[in-house]
């Protein structure tokens, strides 16, 4: 039997082992997939499990940003946003790629957004806020500001263009993106005030549990 997985921290929320599952069993794929709570200290030893009994596994917060450094090989889009949630492995050696990056490209085409020509919020400066800001400004000319909870690190002020903490947000934005896991089932709750959002602000939520 095959078997890959998804890491995080928590991976309760996700529905990827139902998903997975069910799509193996109804397609008569012998493999299977797991969902494993992983603690920080314990990733090197995932890894070696991983390159010795997993085909791939996905990467889900918090870990998008530290797999990094225990993989091969990194592809130049991942490498570009500095986030990898998806790892192949090939004989032993564990490729990392950002599949995020054209999920979100896609469902912004399918639901008829065009982010050209607007000022765009993202909230947070996460992984997933760094694919979504790295997806926007590789093929949209628009103004992206990210909001955060600390101005100072270095990092992000080297990757995000426009940093602004949530004190000082207004409701003057055309696209307003959730990239924190704040809203996260059970704990179910709006990011910013809704004084905050203009009346025409289109939302977009990477939280898919709940959905609305």
């Known amino acids: ?18 998903i997975y599952n069910k799509i193996f069993k109804k397609n008569n794929i012998n493999s299977i997939y797991l969902s494993i709570d992983l603690d920080m200290e314990n990733i090197p030893v995932f890894i070696r499990f991983a390159r010795e009994n997993l085909l791939g596994f996905n990467v889900t917060a918090p870990y998008k940003e530290v797999i990094l450094k225990y993989l091969d090989v990194i592809d130049d889009t991942a490498s570009g946003i500095g ?42 400066t996460g992984g997933t806020a760094r694919m979504v800001y790295y997806a926007l400004k590789s093929n949209y000319k628009c103004t992206v500001f990210n909001a955060t909870r600390n101005l100072e690190n270095k990092k992000n002020k080297n990757f995000f263009d426009n940093l602004i903490a949530y004190d000082e947000l207004m409701p003057e934005y055309d696209i307003i993106i959730n990239c924190t896991p ?11 005030d809704g004084s905050k959002i203009m009346h025409k602000s289109t939302a977009i939520d990477m939280i898919y549990n709940p959905q609305k």
Do not use: E
């Open 182 to 192: 704040v809203g996260t089932f059970p704990d179910i709750k709006s990011p910013i």
């Open 83 to 124: 986030a990898v949630n998806l790892v192949k492995n090939c004989s032993g050696k564990l490729y990392g790629y950002n599949a995020d990056y054209n999920g979100f490209l896609f469902s912004l085409k399918h639901n008829k957004v065009d982010p050209n020509g607007k000022k765009i919020l993202i909230l947070g």
């Open 1 to 18: 039997m095959n078997a890959s997985a998804l890491i995080g921290k928590p991976v309760t929320h996700s529905a990827g082992q139902y």
